[in-house]
């Protein structure tokens, strides 16, 4: 079936520190592929999505590139800041479905000033 | 930009009693609506699909009867928790989409459900 795999957090950082949250993906067909991130208190936001291979997803100053053959989907910021703290979670929608989000388990991740 | 606002933010009821949550897209009208459930450090869980007008559709392990969902028009959806049990205490989120299945879908802030 179709599922996704991120890396177990907490991840704690320092600011100005480079982030890699890794995510794997298993999926028919070319899903949709999308970062998610969930702040303090807050709901879902979208963070930057994908929709084919080698298409790079980037905002905010993260960045995320399509791997068909790794089957990967990696988030990366070259220097986070503290309020960058927050879940991350990563998710992909397959071709024929509503538009059903399937999501990694998420990442903590806190940043330290 | 897009908001969905849930209602209540958190909730605590007697085991056996019914809770309903409200979600609303507050500025577009959402053509589908999802429901998920989040359980302490982990992933979110799809438990149904709903459409405007019609009956919602489940994901497999998910009761109906327990867990019954309305969505009586293009900005409103609700779940309601019947005959509620301390297992089904967990985190509930909706999430609104604008037009078609691959169009961005919008969170609401979730439910934080306790039954006692």
């Known amino acids: 079936g179709n599922s996704v795999t991120q890396m177990e957090g907490p991840v704690t950082l320092s600011e100005e520190a480079f982030l890699t949250i890794n995510c794997t993906y298993t999926?028919?067909?070319?899903?949709?592929l999308f970062w998610y991130v969930q702040y303090p208190g807050e709901g879902l936001q979208l963070l930057l999505k994908?929709?084919?291979?080698?298409d790079k997803g980037s905002n905010k100053g993260f960045e995320a590139t399509y791997r068909k053959e790794t089957t990967s989907f990696h988030l990366e910021k070259g220097s986070v800041q503290v309020s960058d703290s927050a879940v991350y979670f990563c998710?992909?929608?397959?071709?024929?479905?509503?538009?059903?989000?399937?999501f990694g388990k998420g990442t903590k991740l806190s940043v330290k000033p | 930009g897009a908001v969905v606002s849930q209602h209540p933010s958190w909730v605590i009821c007697k085991s056996g009693t019914s809770v309903k949550i409200e979600c609303r897209s507050l500025d577009f009208q959402a053509t589908t609506m999802f429901w998920y459930r989040q359980f302490p450090k982990q992933s979110l869980m799809l438990m149904a699909t709903?459409?405007?007008?019609?009956?919602?559709?489940?994901e497999q392990g998910v009761e109906k009867d327990k867990f019954l969902i309305n969505h009586a028009s293009l900005t409103l959806s609700t779940l309601t928790v019947t005959s509620a049990h301390p297992e089904d205490s967990s985190f509930y989120i909706c999430?609104?989409?604008?037009?078609?299945?691959?169009?961005?879908?919008?969170f609401g802030p979730g439910t934080r459900l306790t039954v006692l």
């Open positions: 709903s459409n405007e007008g019609s009956k919602a559709t489940y």
């Open positions: 999430s609104a989409q604008r037009g078609g299945s691959y169009n961005e879908q919008f």
């Open positions: 998710a992909l929608i397959t071709r024929g479905s509503q538009g059903n989000l399937i």
């Open positions: 994908a929709t084919k291979a080698d």
């Open positions: 999926a028919t067909g070319y899903p949709s």
